[in-house]
């Protein structure tokens, strides 16, 4: 019989679930490669978790890595054997289960206590069972670990003070209540995994609390509109209908409760057309005043703050488009785009506040973001306040439109600009383009600004 070793991250898939756990083990080739913002993610914990270290300059890192679990092994015992104080990555194993902690601290008596490092802004209930995994794992590899901390970011620290980036929270109880439970579950994965594949419900779980990596496998036979589509309907009134097999629409009965948005969802649905309330549009657009400007912006914030005044996972604006269209129909574009690694905000708010100037609407989707950027500016830059006030006065909210007066099926329940805007315009879609979300704009913008000048700097802009 083959025995499958568990890591920490395989135990927590396990607690997500059985489904998930097994699928990572005997048919991991199931998951589409991780998304572009995904590596972001690891890299910015990488980062993270080298600046808590700093804090421990005669620590000893555990070098080898996942590939060589042998050599690892070996260089954590002659760690262990050495005295050394401080270790990091350190590599245990015990039962089958494999943990490498970020760091773990010898106490004067000999005894231990472990140190957790995320780029979280504070203690969640997956932590205690990340964190308490490691500390039975340790314990039973013979190590006595006393206490164990949880060490995540602060958000009040702001930049360029750093002395205040991480706070270090003493989860020791909370852990050691989840212990007893360890085994238990070890044996129920164990059992589960040496079986074919499980039959596990799809539901909130899928997304809660890490999206699962295999839900395009698990939710192949969702028909287009389902339960899943229906505006706004609660999660606990979803898992009672998914326990019941009931997801396509047609499963509902007429005296099903909804409200009504949903119904006009339903209704639309069922005509196979849009309901659009004209008068409600047309007194909407009456609001708007000429010349019209479009904006829209891509935004920032990591979670170690590199400009004066942002505090950890701030937003800042590194890019602005605009385009401007006169009471004749003439349009117009004006945009801003940070290339270098320096500050673009005092920038950015001038190209914005001439290009808008002080007439005109303001339009946006989902206005509420840019009314957030513009206000965030404001503040950090109070001598264009008042400019930028004016602004934010003149916003227009075309997200109002669809959430109120124009409903289809085919937004899928939806009213994100990514579902509405191919209905509405066929010809456009983000499918095909090369950057095709905020978080690829990220990616792709830091990964741009550190470029040298050349072909690929120009490329990526």
């Not at 909407?284 to 996972?313: N, Q, S, W």
Request: net charge negative; proline share 6%; aromatic share 10%.
């Amino acid at each position: 019989m083959k025995i499958n070793r568990l890591s920490k991250s395989k135990y927590l898939s396990g607690l997500q679930c059985h489904k998930r756990l097994w699928l990572e083990i005997h048919k991991p080739e199931l998951a589409p490669p991780p998304p572009p913002g995904e590596q972001r993610i690891f890299d910015q914990g990488t980062k993270v978790g080298e600046l808590a270290t700093e804090e421990f300059p005669d620590g000893v890192l555990i070098e080898a890595d996942y590939l060589n679990i042998p050599e690892a092994v070996k260089q954590t015992e002659e760690a262990l054997d050495n005295s050394v104080d401080v270790i990091f990555e350190g590599c245990f194993i015990f039962e089958n289960v494999l943990v490498r902690p970020d760091i773990i601290l010898r106490n004067d008596l000999g005894s231990w206590n472990m140190i957790e490092v995320k780029s979280s802004t504070g203690v969640k209930e997956v932590n205690i069972h990340d964190v308490a995994v490691q500390t039975w794992v340790l314990r039973g590899s013979g190590l006595e670990v006393k206490r164990v901390f949880l060490k995540h970011i602060n958000r009040d620290c702001v930049y360029p003070d750093l002395s205040n980036l991480f706070r270090t929270d003493d989860i020791t109880e909370p852990v050691n209540a989840v212990l007893p439970a360890i085994p238990k579950k070890l044996s129920e994965y164990k059992s589960m995994l040496d079986k074919s594949e499980p039959n596990v419900s799809i539901g909130e779980h899928c997304s809660n609390p890490y999206d699962c990596q295999f839900s395009d496998y698990c939710w192949k036979d969702v028909p287009e509109h389902s339960i899943f589509t229906i505006p706004r309907l609660r999660w606990s009134v979803k898992e009672r209908l998914i326990e019941r097999n009931k997801i396509t629409i047609n499963d509902l009965s007429a005296e099903f409760p909804l409200n009504e948005n949903q119904q006009k969802y339903i209704k639309s649905l069922e005509g196979k057309k849009p309901i659009v309330d004209r008068n409600g549009i047309k007194g909407e657009l009456d609001k708007l005043e000429y010349p019209l400007h479009f904006l829209d912006f891509e935004t920032d914030g990591p979670a170690i703050p590199r400009f004066d005044g942002l505090h950890p996972y701030e937003q800042f604006p590194f890019q602005y488009s605009c385009h401007i269209l006169d009471q004749k129909g003439n349009l117009e574009h004006k945009e801003y785009l940070q290339e270098t690694e320096s500050d673009p905000r005092k920038s950015l708010i001038e190209s914005l506040v001439a290009a808008i100037g002080d007439k005109g609407s303001v339009i946006a989707y989902n206005a509420g973001f840019e009314k957030g950027v513009m206000n965030k500016l404001a503040q950090w830059c109070p001598e264009y306040s008042e400019q930028l006030k004016s602004i934010i006065g003149r916003l227009w909210d075309q997200l109002v439109i669809f959430r109120k007066y124009y409903t289809d099926y085919r937004f899928k329940g939806s009213n994100s600009l990514k579902k509405v805007l191919p209905v509405m315009v066929p010809s456009m879609s983000y499918e095909n383009l090369d950057v095709s979300d905020g978080i690829e704009a990220q990616v792709t913008w830091n990964e741009m600004i550190q470029l040298p000048d050349g072909g690929e700097k120009s490329k990526l802009i």
